[in-house]
C-alpha cells in the first residue's frame, strides 16, 4: 500500500439500511470488508480473519476488558472491533495463584474507516504501510490458499488452533 496515496472515501450506503443490515460485505480496492453495527457504531475491517482466513461475517459479539470484539466462528479468536487489536487469554506461571488474564497480541487485523455525512455512510480502505497479518487473505498467494482450502473441503491447516485463545 502506498502511504501517499489519500485514501478515497466509497459510498457504502444509507445510514438506515446499514443499520437494519446490521452487517454489510463490500469489496473497496481489491479489499473484502466487513462493515458492522455494533451498540450505535459502525465499524470496517478486513473481512477475512487473520488466523486462518475464516469469514468473521457471522462472528458472535463480546465486551472484554471494556473493548467490544468479534469472536471468529472458526477458532474463536477474539478480534476488537475499533483496533483490530488480537486478545487472548493466559495465566502467568510465575504469579503465586496464576489467575487467567487477557492479554494482547496487538494489532492483526487491518482496520479501516467508517464516515457518516448526511445519513450516508462511507468507508475509506486504510492505507497504513505498515504490514497487518489479515492482509495476507487479501493478496493473492492468501486468496489461492483460500481457495485450495474450500475445493479440498475445507481442509484448513489449523495449525494454531491450540493456542490459548
Ligand atoms: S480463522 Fe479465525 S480464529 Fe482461526
Known sequence: MDEKKPSRMYFIGKKEDLIQAKRTTVTLDGRDILLLYHQRTFYAM???CYHAGSTLETGDMEEI???????????????????GEGLYKATNP????????????????????????????????????????????????????????????????????????
Request: charged fraction near 35%.
Open 46 to 48: 478486513d473481512l477475512q
Open 65 to 83: 476488558n471494556s473493548k467490544l470484539c468479534i469472536v471468529c466462528p472458526k477458532h474463536k479468536y477474539k478480534i476488537t472491533l475499533a483496533e
Open 94 to 165: 510465575t504469579e503465586k495463584v496464576p489467575t487467567p488474564r487477557w492479554y494482547s497480541k496487538g494489532i492483526k487485523q487491518r482496520v479501516h474507516k467508517v464516515t457518516e455525512v448526511d445519513e450516508d455512510i462511507f468507508v475509506s480502505v486504510s492505507t497504513c504501510p505498515v504490514w497487518i497479518e489479515s492482509d495476507y487473505y487479501q493478496s493473492e498467494k492468501g486468496r489461492a490458499e483460500l481457495k485450495k482450502a474450500q475445493e479440498s473441503g475445507d481442509a484448513e491447516a489449523d495449525v494454531n488452533a491450540d493456542e490459548d485463545v
